[in-house]
């Protein structure tokens, strides 16, 4: 993996079952073909209903070759059991309005857009927090009916 501007880098963290990519520069057909093994590699690692936080602030205008990779990229983590994908971008940039037109013809998930790593971050961690049991409440009506005649001592 490149370690100059043009870079995709990819890391997991167990304990949070959260893969981490980082996409910076003008990435070509090749820098995007590896990422997706990087990325295989990763999500062997992660258990379903891992997430997903995809960095894109220093990443430029993508080039359309790309764009069958990165859908090979959404299609296999959604059905690896993906929960969550978190993506990290400025909104008012180029890569922005690519990213949500890409994903718009995309149904598996739908990602979520913040504007810091901090921010996804604590996003996920606060999904993650509400993981414990939970109970579907079932409004019903319910009858009761009192007997007078019992007594209790």
Known sequence: ??????SLKVRVDIPRNRLYCVIAGKITSKDIAEFFTDIRFGVADLKPGFDVITDLTKCHVGHLAVIPTFRKIM????????REVVRVVNKNSMVFRQAVNITSHFRSYKPIYVETLEEADELLDQVNARKG??????????DSIADDSVTVA
């Open 1 to 6: 993996m490149k370690d100059d501007a043009n």
């Open 133 to 142: 049991l939970r109970f579907c409440l079932i409004r019903a009506k319910a």
């Open 75 to 82: 299609h296999y983590i959604a059905s690896k059991g993906v």
